[in-house]
């Protein structure tokens, strides 16, 4: 009971003496003397150390921006003013430093310096036009008369550009040759390409890799031509020259280009063409010995054949009869057959046949 008697004096007595210790609107609070600033010994020292240690106790609160303390009850008003003092302020977190931007138009590698560069001069040639002189934007913005005066005299921000970072040699200057060439190859990963370079003693990180190739993505490219299927290529090679449309033309020029292999089949096979329209069969043992002198496995097997019957090949590229007239009644005949196997018997087939 005599504990909690002592609190609750104690509550009374602090609020009794912030009241006081408050000041009023439009006042001054008078400077604490030195003196002032200790707070006075209890008078009842050791007495009662349950009551004593609630008077002495000091509660710290904050109540619509002003301090204010609770001090022991026996303190005098300066030494209340003496305890409010305030709260103590929080560190400010360093803010992260931005990325470096990519850089202008002139090729300038992104610094921090280039980029207040670029801000300030638009800056001060914006304010001209709202009324603005230069010693009016020398003061709002906060520079001197010569710093404003060189920015507004500058055309282009990258006027004012100087120092050692402009144009500073970097790890990857010699390696950007080499990196042009492969993404014009269509190479265009740049992890692969830094994983090549690395291969030719370039020590710089992913980083500056990737930060190079950004300006290249961004620029429009035009979508690659569908390359033509082996159908089409192989159409190409089996129709006369003089027959051929001109874009077709083009397009098998370019192919045979990057081909060596395809442009040496296409040559065997037009010299075949000439001597079956031509009735050139005295050359065919040359035709022969050439294509066995290239590396063409696919025409080799072709001579294979030949060569079994060369005598009758020969003969058919030499004399001007042929058994086409007779094939051509064979599949005139077994054409008709074929549609109609299993449906009907050989009365209807010998007239369709007779008749045909």
């Known amino acids: 009971m005599r504990s909690t008697h002592a609190r609750h004096n104690a509550a009374g007595a602090s609020t009794d003496v912030v009241s006081r210790a408050a000041p009023e609107k439009g006042s001054r609070t008078p400077a604490p003397s030195r003196g002032a600033q200790e707070p ?65 138009r002139h090729g300038f590698t992104g610094h921090r310096f280039a980029d207040r560069t670029r801000a300030k001069h638009a800056t001060v040639h914006a304010m001209p036009a709202a ?6 934007i020398q003061r709002q913005l906060g520079m001197t008369y010569r710093t404003a005066q060189r920015l ?23 390696f ?19 994983e090549e370079i690395k291969t030719h003693a370039y020590r710089g990180g992913y980083g500056a890799v990737r930060a190079y190739l950004r300006p ?24 006369h020259p003089d027959t051929l449309l001109e874009n077709d033309r083009l397009r098998l020029k370019s192919v045979l280009t990057h081909c060596p292999e395809l442009d040496a089949l296409t040559g065997h096979v037009r010299a075949f063409g000439r001597m079956i329209t031509e009735l050139q069969g005295d050359r065919l043992a040359q035709w ?29 590229l030499t004399l001007p009869w042929s058994s086409g007239v007779v094939e051509g009644h064979v599949n005139r005949i077994k054409m008709p057959k074929r549609q109609m196997y299993g449906r009907v018997g050989f009365g209807l087939l010998r007239k369709r046949v007779l008749l045909a």
């Open 288 to 316: 022969i010995e050439a294509v066995r002198a290239d590396d063409l496995p696919s025409l080799h097997t072709f001579v294979n054949g030949l060569e079994r019957d060369l005598a009758a090949v020969t003969a058919g």
């Open 176 to 194: 950007k040759p080499y990196l042009n060439e492969r993404w014009a190859e269509g190479c265009t990963n740049a992890w692969t390409l830094w």
């Open 40 to 104: 006075a010994p209890s008078a009842a020292g050791g007495q009662d150390s349950g009551s004593s240690g609630v008077r002495g106790s000091t509660d710290i609160t904050s109540t619509s921006g002003a301090t204010s303390a609770r001090p022991r009850s026996g303190a005098s008003p300066a030494t209340a003013r003496a305890c409010v003092r305030p709260l103590p302020r929080r560190p400010r977190r360093r803010q992260k430093s931005r990325p470096r931007q990519a850089a202008g």
């Open 131 to 136: 009324g603005h002189g230069r010693r009016s």
């Open 152 to 174: 507004a005299d500058a055309v282009m921000p990258e006027d004012l550009f100087q120092g050692q970072w402009q144009n500073r040699k970097t790890k990857l200057d010699d």
């Open 216 to 239: 290249f993505r961004t620029i429009p490219t035009a979508p690659a031509a569908r390359p033509p299927s082996p159908r089409t290529v192989a159409g190409w090679i089996l129709t």
